[in-house]
């Protein structure tokens, strides 16, 4: 990338600029993106003989409760994530996977259907980013970036307790402002903050290019209902909700050991539209019935990112995760888990210059930015189904059928899965939504939701949970 | 303690994967133990008993042929199936993602190659005892 500021920035000339022995590489924030860019580049550069000395620059704790150690997150890991990882050897144990999702549970105004996992396993995680909400009491489990933070420190990277100020660009080489007054001198800067941390902007204001993300609010409250109960009520299932409630894009909640999460997805998300959610028949069917909605652990609205930039690198600095590209509204871990590790290897094998990145971590990022157009598609049509009645019939008619034969094509099940859960590219599931035999069923279920008769006995009959 | 755990429970003796069928993913066991047993002429020996943190199956990921084994539960055990067209996805986008299975089949054709001469020398062994 040539920065505007081209005095300070090394002009890219595709080759020039490489990781050398004794090098030493930051990294800004220890979320997954962090975390994962540092362990998988130790890895990499261990197995190519190279000696890299890797910090990992974040000031929070993520053995603290509350904010403090937390990443606000929904905290899905999606089962492609969890498939990716065991084979890349990182086993996520029963401590940090707060509870195995078997199923999603479809809840509509015209009735609910239960979708099963493919295979009858747990291949979804749900997971405490942190170390769980405000008025936590028990902690006998471990954060999942705390878990992921210590996988890097395995392999090498040491941590700086500072909270980083800003970026400067000396001699070509990135200079990272502290907070506490220090500056350090890299030879490459990963930075792999959140969206919602001030220092984007500090980054943009840097002069090297980079634009701060396209973001949308969203809302994430947690709720202590105890491990048996929700095993009695909620199960191990996650909820997903499309109901007619104006504003309201997408909702789920989701089951975590002792504790409940409760997401929310829409425009201009604000107290009146959490209300009309959680006051909404669907929503308190899910929970025990003397469940008080007011009586919540911790909430936060934090922004997600939905749309990245579109250069995220120049020589020697790259963004990875959430500041960078990542998965319009569904497996921003995994995201992170692909941009990072893309980042790596291109940090190792390729070169560090802008050029490079340009080549080999570029088209991991346009795959991802790609793949979300056909998300933005994908959920057009949720929202006609969320503005048709008889649309929503003919999905939970058809979802319910598919699941009462099992063994055959479970086509609409396994677009919603997919949806859902995050597992597939939104590429292949907006072609699955196109295919005839998806069509033709759909269109004799929307035919048969039309038909009075039919319609009533399916209003009786086709809720299965 | 959190009640989370990833993959599917296989009592003792359950199989996993059964010698003869078409395979579409591979394993990583979670916790306990798998053996991999060779049925031949209505014998069963057993080649390899593997832990956690090991992949077995993945042989299905790449050749289109059966399973050359059955591998069953040796004790309770936890796995995770790995889907092949997930994996062959990742694959094709990062292709280091293969390099923990590289690493797995060197291992094996090591250990295979020591057996290998190991019984070699006991079939000499035995040559002379014989003569």
Known sequence: MRADSGETLQASDGAGLRLEDGNRVGVVGAGPAGSFFAYFLLEMADRVGLDLRVEIVESRDFLQPSPQGCNMCGGIVSESLVQNLAAEGINLPATVIQRGI??????????????????????????????????????????????????????GARVVRERADGLEIEAGRPVLKLRGGGREHYDLLAVAVGVNSPIVQAFEAAGIGYT?????????????????????????????????????????????????????LGEDIDNELVKAFLDAPEVRRCFPPDWQPDLKSCQCMPHINVRGPDRPYSDRILFVGDCGVTRLYKDGIGAAYRTAKAAARTAVFEGISADAFHRCYGPVCGTIAADNVMGRLAFVFTRVVRHMRVARKAILR???AEQRRPGESRRMSGILWDMFSGSAPYKDIFLRMLQPACVAGFAWAFARSLWPAAAASGDRRETLS | MSNGVMGRIYEDGEILVRQGEVGD????????????????????????????GEL????????????????????????????????????????????????????????????????????????????
Not at chain 2, 26 to 50: A, C, P, S, W, Y
């Open chain 1, 398 to 400: 058809m979802t319910v």
């Open chain 2, 25 to 52: 993913c591979m394993f990583v066991i979670q916790e306990g133990e798998v053996e991999i047993v060779l049925e031949k002429d209505g014998h069963q020996t057993v080649l390899n008993r593997v832990g956690a």
């Open chain 2, 56 to 131: 077995i199956g993945e042989m299905a990921i790449f050749l289109h042929e059966v399973r050359s084994a059955t591998v069953r539960a040796s004790g309770r055990a936890r796995a995770l199936t790995i889907d092949k067209k997930n994996f062959l996805r990742r694959i094709n986008e990062d292709p280091s993602v293969a390099f923990r299975i590289v690493e797995t089949m060197s291992r094996r054709i090591r250990g295979l190659s020591d057996q290998v001469g190991e019984l070699r020398n006991q079939l000499r062994e035995a040559g002379r005892t014989e003569a």
């Open chain 1, 102 to 155: 078997d199923s999603y549970h479809l809840h509509m105004d015209v009735g609910s259907v239960r979708i099963e996992t493919p295979l009858h396993e747990m291949r979804i995680g749900a997971v405490h980013r942190g170390s769980g909400p405000r008025d936590v009491q028990l902690h006998d489990w471990e954060s999942f970036d705390h878990h992921l933070l210590q996988k890097a420190i395995g392999k």
């Open chain 1, 212 to 264: 701060t993300p396209a973001v949308t609010r969203t809302f994430i409250r947690e709720y202590h209902l105890g491990r048996d109960l929700i095993s009695r009520t909620i199960g191990s299932s996650m909820h997903v909700f499309l109901l007619t409630i104006p504003r309201l894009e997408f909702a789920a909640v989701i089951p975590k050991g002792d504790y409940v999460t409760v997401c929310l």
